[in-house]
Nanobody
Framework: QVRLEESGGGLVQTGGSLRLSCTAS????????MGWFRQAPGKERQLIAS????????YYADSVKGRFTISRDNASNVAYLQMNNLTPEDTAVYFC??????????????????WGQGTQVTVAS
């Protein structure tokens, strides 16, 4: 059974940074495309960053490009999202996700079928 658990969310001031962690069990992150989604109040869940199974390709939504970085520690089976220069528009619940099938590229949001519970990120102005 796949389990993804996010941590690292919280309250931060505008311009600050946070690093989210996603600890995986029942799944080897080195074999799966991993992604980070976020959902703000009243909005749909959006794929904001992903990395292909081999780590060679990364996708970033325009809204986070240049500020967020997705990475992975294969030895620890953990995925990360480093978030810098945060703004109030980044306030949302952040979810870690894994693609349904191994060896994927991570570009298609619909292919992500395993989810964590989410962690709240609040950016104060």
């Amino acid at each position: 059974q796949v389990r993804l658990e996010e941590s690292g969310g919280g309250l931060v001031q505008t311009g600050g940074s946070l690093r989210l962690s996603c600890t995986a069990s029942g799944l080897t992150v080195s074999r799966y495309a991993m992604g980070w989604f976020r959902q703000a109040p009243g909005k749909e869940r959006q794929l904001i960053a992903s990395k292909s199974w081999d780590g060679r390709r990364a996708y970033y939504a325009d809204s986070v490009k240049g500020r967020f970085t997705i990475s992975r520690d294969n030895a620890s089976n953990v995925a990360y999202l480093q978030m810098n220069n945060l703004t109030p528009e980044d306030t949302a619940v952040y979810f870690c996700a894994a693609e349904k099938n191994a060896y994927g590229l991570g570009y298609n949001a619909r292919m992500f079928t395993s989810w964590g519970q989410g962690t709240q990120v609040t950016v104060a102005s």
